[in-house]
Nanobody, 115 residues
């Protein structure tokens, strides 16, 4: 089983990035998937979740700015991030929700928001 994130980078405040997470080794469409981030020196923060059928949820800190989506045919998870703020700087992980716990994680992709 593998989760591989990509799409991070350096962006100016107010800019946009689209993160991707490629999955393999399990029936992707059967699982809730999540984005979780960790800012420098801080703990893990849940960002967003999406069900296999496309129902979504967001942390208040990103609601209205970030959009989670998935393509079950391609086994891909996405996070569109708009109106980025310096406080969004973090290592972003995709994580599979296996019966209420995040049982598999990717290696993370770095997002840095700075002028």
């Amino acid at each position: 089983l593998q989760l591989v994130e990509s799409g991070g980078g350096l962006v100016q405040p107010g800019g946009s990035l689209r993160l991707s997470c490629a999955s393999s080794g399990f029936t992707f469409s059967s699982y809730y998937m999540n984005w979780v981030r960790q800012a420098p020196g801080k703990g893990l923060e849940w960002v967003s979740a999406i069900s296999g059928g496309g129902s979504t949820a967001y942390a208040d800190s990103v609601k209205g700015r970030f959009t989670i989506s998935r393509d079950n045919a391609k086994n891909m998870l996405y996070l569109q991030m708009n109106s980025l703020k310096p406080e969004d700087t973090a290592l972003y992980y995709c994580a599979r929700d296996g019966l209420g716990m995040f049982d598999y994680w990717g290696q993370g992709t770095q997002v840095t928001v700075s002028s």
